[in-house]
């Protein structure tokens, strides 16, 4: 396995496969336990948790704005929290900010804080830092490949040149990749655009996916999307080996790609 930069095509058809909640079970746990809990602590919002946390999981995991930006998923979620539970403060501005800046991040958050002097935007800060503490602060065990997953990547990669989207090296998988395309690698949309430069022919992509921005990064890129179901992981994954692969490799994949895009589409409803 190498990075992008060394990689070179070995074989005549790459699949580009996401890792956080499409190979790796790290999704909801990072929602569970990290991102939602925290928001309820940083605005004192336990008196309305359950609720706010349903609607927390809905935004981020179980609809399609599914792996949204934490900014925006925050300021979709404070918006809500503001009308139905309490008044939060400076919500007007942090909805204009997320739905207008060019960069939702850590940064751009601090930027705000000291050209504003709206409160909300160091809470935003500080829920941030926090979220990226319980992360690190996950256990191994906590993070682990989906059930069929480990079969999946060796069978693709048989086939395919196999690139992973995010960095991660855990549970023997790395074996079956070839090229790793960590964060500072590009965006999911920059980095298929690279590895299309390796030559490879229409029609020889497939992008493999959980989320909305996963579909987007295929169709800007004119590449194959397969969709890997929410709540029906293992599945998705037999299906890939059993159905998909073989009509990917046999150039027979359009039309079975519109069967799966309305099905992705019905299962984030």
Not at 3 to 9: I, P, Q, R, S, V
Not at 125 to 151: C, H, M, T
Not at 166 to 176: A, F, I, K, Q, Y
Not at 181 to 199: F, R, S, V, W, Y
Request: proline share 1%; glycine share 6%.
């Amino acid at each position: 396995m190498v990075d992008l930069k060394a990689f070179n095509k070995s074989k005549d058809f790459l699949i580009c496969v996401d890792s956080d909640g499409c190979i790796m079970d790290t999704m909801d746990i990072k929602h569970f336990k990290c991102f939602g809990p925290c928001m309820v602590k940083e605005w004192g919002l336990e008196q309305w948790q359950d609720e706010i946390l349903n609607r927390w999981n809905d935004i981020n995991l179980y609809t399609m704005t599914r792996g949204i930006n934490r900014f925006a998923g925050l300021s979709m979620a404070l918006s809500e929290i503001n009308e139905k539970y309490c008044r939060i403060e400076g919500i007007e501005e942090f909805v204009q900010w997320a739905n207008n800046a060019k960069e939702l991040s850590n940064a751009s958050v601090k930027q705000m804080m000291e050209e504003s002097e709206n409160p909300i935007f160091n809470k935003a800060l500080l829920w941030s830092l926090a979220v990226n503490q319980g992360i690190n602060a996950l256990k191994d065990y906590e993070k682990k490949p989906f059930e069929g997953a480990r079969e999946g990547l060796s069978a693709l990669n048989k086939k395919a040149d196999i690139a992973v989207i995010e960095e991660w090296n855990r549970w023997g998988l790395s074996s079956d990749v070839d090229v790793l395309c960590c964060q500072d690698a590009g965006t999911k949309k920059e980095c298929i655009a690279k590895l299309k430069k390796q030559n490879y022919k229409s029609g020889h992509i497939l992008m493999v996916g959980d989320a909305v921005g996963d579909r987007q990064a295929a169709e800007i890129n004119g590449v194959y999307f397969y969709p890997i179901l929410v709540k029906h992981e293992t599945e998705s994954w037999n299906e890939l080996v059993d159905i998909a692969l073989d009509k990917f490799i046999g150039l027979d994949y359009a039309d079975y790609e519109t069967q799966k895009k309305r099905e992705f589409e019905e299962n984030l409803k």
